[in-house]
């Protein structure tokens, strides 16, 4: 059995394995579950993970130009000169040209692509093109004769009409599609797209595993006040801003001004600490990876900054993560913790798929994404997401959250071990075809 894994996912150097937290949440156990459902598997991929993930999960790097390059100004006519040898193959059998991609479509019985929340216009936002240079990458693959899935997923939007009537044309033909929520196939279905080979599950982070806690010892070493008072986490990030661009910085005090009053009502009222975590770290580019603090970490440090100066909080309960925690470890202390409060979507599922009472804070800005909502409807929680733009939105199902913690946290304890065989059931579905 061969595997192609393409997709719309980072293909930057390291960003998926090294930057944001949650990427690395899917891809391992995404991986990992591909090699349970078939033992014998050789898989291939476009993604750049590095040496070591490689070695370890058992899979095979291809260089990144043969599904998308930011330097190759000629990149988006190359793939349509790729779909134009795929039709003549279609029609005719004879393959009357090769590019490198192609070679590596037909060695594979089967290609998936893997593109979560970017198979839509959200990609072109990452590059020129990229949407409909990922479409074209995925009907080459269907042309050639080879079985496609799209696994994962959470599609859309469309709002160029062009665009949207190939993609139609390319869900259409995937032999399987499995998206990780709802909300996604709801969209899908008022854009007209067929529905028929499509499946409704759940996003394969809910397997990632933590750090065993034996081996958290000088991770934990550092929280003095573990244990002695309720901990609640924070996790926010640019997107959780009324105003974007998500990655605009430096931003004023007065914008993180709600999240400062949340943070000073728990400590004063609830009597809990609170822990200001980061979801993203940033790297140093090969052969290393040496992990640093990446885009969450402003945030955090800037709240923990304007709490202190306002001195209204007995400050020896405010925490800072000041060092830096790989995806393992990051989990690990989200274990620990009795309520979180999450704007990155898989800091939430950190929390839930281990039982921690978690408040999912929707974007507070366009692009919106659906999968917030969407995850939180997987996770039986729909009731816990707070959207920052309405007013008192947060501090209610904060509240609510933190009066409610022991029936929360029994509701997931009965719903994540059903979530998790969701989870699975994207592999499984892959024998189907």
């Known amino acids: 059995m061969r595997i192609l894994i393409i997709g719309q996912t980072s293909l930057h150097w390291g960003r998926m394995e090294f930057g944001n937290i949650g990427n690395y949440y899917i891809i391992e156990p995404f991986v990992r579950e591909l090699h349970r459902v078939f033992p014998s598997v050789i898989i291939k991929t476009t993604l750049q993970m590095s040496d070591d993930f490689c070695n370890r999960e058992k899979i095979a790097r291809l260089p990144m130009e043969l599904y998308y390059s930011w330097e190759d100004k000629n990149c988006f006519e190359k793939s349509i000169y790729e779909l134009g040898i795929a039709e003549i193959y279609n029609r005719t059998n004879e393959l009357p040209f090769s590019t490198p991609y192609i070679d590596a479509v037909l060695e594979s019985d089967l290609v998936i692509d893997f593109s ?11 590059g020129k093109n990229r949407f409909a240079i990922g479409l074209i990458k995925d009907r080459i693959a269907q042309l050639l004769g080879k079985k496609t899935a799209m696994l994962a997923g959470s599609p859309g939007p469309f709002k160029d009409e062009k665009k949207r009537e190939f993609a139609k044309l390319v869900y259409k033909n995937f032999d399987l599609v499995t998206n990780r929520e709802s909300i996604s196939s709801e969209l899908l279905n008022e854009n007209q797209f067929n529905l028929e080979k499509t499946h409704n599950l759940a996003c394969p982070a809910f397997l990632f595993e933590p750090k065993e806690e034996t081996k958290m010892d000088k991770v934990f070493s550092e929280y003095k006040f573990w244990g002695n008072k309720k901990t609640v986490g924070f996790i926010l990030c640019g997107w959780n801003l009324l105003d974007g661009p998500f990655d605009r910085w430096p931003i004023d005090d007065e914008e993180l001004i709600i999240y400062v009053s949340l943070i000073e009502k728990l400590i004063k009222e609830r009597d809990v600490n609170v822990l200001l975590l980061s979801h993203s770290n940033g790297f140093d580019l090969p052969p290393y990876f040496k992990l640093k603090h990446g885009r969450d970490y402003p945030f955090a440090k800037q709240l923990y900054k304007i709490i202190t ?24 202390v989200i274990k620990k913790l009795d309520m979180l409060v999450s704007g990155r979507v898989h800091g939430a599922v950190a929390g839930m798929s281990q039982c921690v009472p978690t408040v999912i804070v929707d974007y507070g800005h ?9 995850f939180a409807r997987v996770a039986g929680m729909e009731n816990l997401l707070a959207d920052p733009s309405i007013k008192f939105d947060l501090d209610n199902k904060i509240n609510y959250c933190f009066d409610n913690v022991d029936k929360i946290k029994k509701q997931l304890k009965m719903n994540i071990p059903k979530i998790k065989n969701l989870a699975r059931k994207n592999f499984d579905l892959l024998k189907s075809i």
């Not at 979560?116 to 990452?126: C, K, R, S």
């Not at 000041?322 to 995806?327: C, F, Q, R, W």
């Not at 366009?366 to 969407?374: D, V, W």
């Open 366 to 374: 366009e692009p919106k994404a659906h999968k917030l909502r969407g």
């Open 309 to 332: 100066k306002r001195d209204q909080v007995d400050l020896s309960k405010l925490h800072l993560q000041g060092n830096v925690l790989d995806a393992w470890e990051t989990k690990a």
């Open 116 to 126: 979560g929340d970017i198979w839509g216009d959200n990609a072109d936002f990452l």
